[in-house]
C-alpha cells in the first residue's frame, strides 16, 4: 500500500508543478545528499587525522618519560653503589674500632690481673 501511495504522491506533484519542477526538486534533495555526505567523510577524516595526531603525541610524551625514567634509574644505581661503598667502609671502620677495644680490655684485664 505504500508504494501505491509514493506513487500517487509523485503523480500528483508531477502534474501539479510539472516534470522539470519535480526533477529540480529531486535533484536538489540529491545533491544535498551527496553534500551532508561529503561533509560527513570529511568530519570523519578530521576526526581520524586529530585522533592520530593525538596518539603520535601521547606516544611522543610517554617516550620522553620513559628516557627520564631510564636516566633516574641510571641515577639511583650509581647513588647504590656509592652508598654500598660506604656502609663497607663504616662496617670496616666498626670492625677495626671493635677488635682495638678488644684488645684494649684483654690488655687492662690482664694488667689487674
Known amino acids: ?40 567523510a570529511k568530519r570523519k577524516e578530521n576526526y581520524e587525522a586529530t585522533k592520530d595526531q593525538i596518539t603520535a603525541q601521547v606516544i611522543e610524551e610517554l617516550k620522553t618519560k620513559i628516557s627520564e625514567l631510564e636516566t633516574k634509574i641510571d641515577s639511583l644505581i650509581q647513588e647504590n653503589i656509592q652508598l654500598r661503598e660506604k656502609l663497607a667502609r663504616m662496617e670496616e671502620r666498626i670492625l677495626v674500632n671493635a677488635k682495638t677495644k678488644a684488645k684494649r680490655r684483654r690488655k687492662s684485664k690482664e694488667g689487674d690481673e
Open 1 to 40: 500500500m505504500e508504494d501505491h501511495d509514493l506513487i500517487v504522491v509523485i503523480t500528483a506533484l508531477a502534474s501539479a508543478l510539472g516534470l522539470k519542477e519535480v526533477w529540480q526538486v529531486v535533484k536538489k534533495r540529491m545533491d544535498l545528499s551527496a553534500q551532508k555526505d561529503a561533509s560527513k
